[in-house]
């Protein structure tokens, strides 16, 4: 069972980049795949989530119409692009699994964890 996430980097305010959480071992139909981040000497926070068994998706209030998040079943991937970036964005980016279809942002819920992308926002 593994994630792993890319698509981290450098990008200038108001840019766009895309991460990809790539998933082995087991069925997307049968998790939520959600985005989290971790800023230097701050908590972990959710960003959002998806569930491709329903389709649905949910953001955090600070992303929302700006980041997308997405699936392919085919490629076994979940994807976050994130428009309009903003130096608050900085943060490593980690996708995580949470057995079932409940939409939820809290990071205590997550059994499975990538190990994170970098994502810097220079102004």
């Known amino acids: 069972v593994q994630l792993v996430e890319s698509g981290g980097g450098l990008v200038q305010v108001g840019g766009s980049l895309r991460l990809s959480c790539e998933i082995s071992?087991?069925?997307?139909?049968?998790?939520?795949i959600g985005w989290f981040r971790q800023a230097p000497g701050k908590e972990r926070e959710g960003v959002s989530v998806?569930?491709?068994?329903?389709?649905?998706?949910h953001y955090a209030d600070s992303v929302k119409g700006r980041f997308t998040i997405s699936y392919d079943n085919a490629e076994v991937t979940v994807y976050l692009q994130m428009n309009s970036l903003k130096p608050e964005d900085t943060a490593v980016y980690c996708c995580?699994?949470?057995?079932?279809?409940?939409?939820?942002?809290?990071?205590?819920?997550?059994?499975?964890w990538g190990q994170g992308t970098q994502v810097t926002v220079s102004s």
């Open positions: 995580a699994a949470d057995y079932g279809d409940l939409l939820l942002l809290d990071p205590a819920n997550y059994d499975l």
């Open positions: 998806i569930s491709s068994s329903s389709g649905n998706t």
């Open positions: 071992g087991f069925s997307l139909d049968d998790y939520a």
